[in-house]
């Protein structure tokens, strides 16, 4: 790539990151009146328990214990990625949320420069490059439309199958599909880069001995850039493995299935990338293995995990969610199977192995469409470039590129602006000032061990941005969360008695109670704080109550 071209790609990188602060931006300037806005818009279920985590880092632990549960563990090193960022944030003096943020958009950085290195990997052509690159960045389908029906597809609610998306939601998702992206590109380039310069030496094997000579030090400095690109490969697998080992199945799976097309087309078996493929697999593997064994280990962590199951949404679905994006894409998979070079193998490899993966009788199928978007995109964009752009006049070109792209990120489009404004999101965006104060309050001045009992939708704010565990706060990071929630509900509605309240807090071993706007808003007021001791906080309308037995 010469200047002109990366300069493109940097413009473009740095503009799609700038832009994918503007829903925040727009949250924190609509916040109301009496209101603190946390940072946190998009699944903010999950974007809270992410802030809990780093601040369990920020207390200097490595090992992740579940803080919306009740009951006391000892933990184990997972979400090692999160509670790094909260040792990020210890370092630092940073708060969470610019850590967070600015990990996201780092992370969102890295994938768009990786998909630009892969798609300069796959096509000779500029132009080519740069459709592939925009479709596998910001291509989305039909959710803006038929969510306007009140369909909800899978675009608007499954960040880690869209790049645009992932960028806009967290900070793992990004990092994890540059990642992805990374291992293929350090793949190819260490597996079929040798085969590439291999023949080109070859063409000059009648030369003189001058010639020779030069072919022998260039073999050498190839052979160097092998091992380098290998270790590279090595290196993203390792770090994939740590912060989402899902990614891991569909990049091997579409390099053994580029490995296999090799095979028949030369017949014989390609040792070579065979082993690197081997020695990423064994170094990446341990991390993820092991942590699923302290998982295992743990009786608290592995009732989470138990109850943790997301499965995947229905093909038609997905159709749905991909809309023109796919369409291209299976024109692209026919010149890709028509063309069969290395990386056109590994790309319907990569689809092929998500897809069936998604629907494997698994209880975590959704998190294996990590990535999907990307090698979609890839080949919608050869799709568009090879099938119908020679189709379309030759001076409209441009502009009907600019429709499809610009049509294909409708869904990102739709999310940035509809979701900072949406209604139903305020109470999860926003609190009030005396429900941030009392949390200030509780981090700062509360026991740090304590249990906190709230509301169900308080309680996922508690671990987040004071500290404490709760009753109930999380639909998966709560043990036994449907049963949890039940109780929580029924102490907030008056439905139990003086000696069932009494029994209620000893056994999730409350140390306070917190009563606000939302505890009230479940029918039973301030009869709810009565035997949980003395108040020891308050502010506008929040008071918090010491359990004292």
């Known amino acids: 790539m010469n200047r002109r071209e990366w300069r493109w790609v940097a413009l473009v990188t740095l503009a799609l990151v700038a832009a994918s602060n503007l829903p925040y931006l727009i949250a924190w300037a609509v916040t109301p009146d009496g209101a603190h806005f946390t940072g946190l818009i998009f699944n903010p279920q999950d974007g809270n328990s992410y802030m809990a985590k780093m601040r369990q880092g920020l207390t200097g632990s490595w090992l992740f214990r579940l803080p919306y549960t009740p009951e006391p563990h000892n933990g184990a090193p997972v979400y090692v990625f999160y509670l790094a960022l909260g040792h990020v944030a210890r370092w630092t003096g940073l708060s969470l949320i610019v ?21 300069s990997r796959l096509s000779d052509d500029v132009g080519e490059r740069r459709a592939m690159f925009l479709l596998a960045a910001l291509g989305s389908g039909l959710g803006w439309l038929v969510g306007l029906l009140g369909i909800v597809t899978a675009d608007l609610w499954v960040p880690e199958a869209f790049p645009a998306y992932a960028l806009l939601a967290n900070a793992h998702f990004p990092l994890a599909m540059g990642l992805m992206v990374g291992m ?21 094997v009648s030369r003189g001995a001058e010639e020779q000579g030069s072919k022998g030090a260039k073999k050498q400095e190839a ?38 097309a090799r ?48 499965p995947s949404p229905p093909l038609w679905d997905w159709a749905l969610s991909y809309g023109l994006v796919l369409a291209l894409a299976v024109l692209g998979i026919a010149f890709a199977v028509r063309r069969g070079s290395d990386g056109d193998w590994l790309l319907l490899g990569w689809v092929g192995v998500t897809l069936v993966g998604m629907y494997l009788p698994l209880s975590l199928q959704r998190r294996l469409s990590l990535g999907l978007g990307v090698p979609l995109g890839l080949l919608a964009g050869t799709g568009w470039w090879r099938a119908v752009r020679p189709r379309v006049y030759a001076r409209r070109r441009a502009f009907v590129q600019g429709l499809v792209v610009a049509f294909c990120a409708l869904t990102p489009v739709f999310l940035m602006l509809g979701t900072p404004l949406s209604p139903a999101g305020r109470p999860w965006f926003y609190l009030s000032r005396g429900e941030w104060a009392a949390l200030e309050w509780l981090r700062d001045e509360g026991h740090p061990d304590a249990v906190v009992l709230c509301a169900p939708q308080t309680g996922l704010f508690v671990p987040a941005w004071a500290g404490q565990r709760v009753v109930y706060g999380h639909p998966f990071e ?29 056994e999730n071993r409350v140390g306070y109670v917190l009563v606000g706007p939302r505890e009230r808003a479940l ?17 506008g309308d929040v008071r918090v109550y010491e359990v004292t037995r």
């Open 99 to 119: 850590v967070y943020h600015a990990a996201r958009m780092a992370g969102g950085v890295a994938m768009l420069l990786a998909f630009y290195g892969l798609a």
């Open 523 to 539: 029918g039973a007021g301030e009869q709810g704080s009565k035997g949980a001791g003395e108040q020891v906080f308050g502010a």
């Open 223 to 260: 052979g160097s850039k092998e091992w380098l690109w290998g270790l590279g490969m090595v290196a993203a697998a390792v770090a994939l493995g740590v912060i989402q080992p899902f990614g891991l199945v569909a990049v091997f799976g579409g390099q053994g299935v580029m490995l296999v």
């Open 478 to 506: 709560t043990v036994d969360a449907e049963r949890r929630k039940a109780q929580v509900e029924a102490y907030w509605a008056g439905e139990m008695s003086p000696a069932e309240r009494e029994a209620f807090l000893r």
């Open 263 to 310: 095979a028949v087309r030369e017949r014989r078996v390609p040792w070579r990338a065979v082993a690197w493929m081997a020695g990423a697999g064994a170094a990446a593997l341990p991390y993820p293995l092991y942590a699923q064994w302290a998982i295992r280990a743990d009786p608290v962590l592995a009732a989470w995990n138990a109850q943790n199951v997301t």
């Open 184 to 204: 293929v590109v350090c793949g190819l380039q260490a597996i079929s880069g040798r085969k590439r310069r291999s023949r080109e030496a070859g063409k000059q």
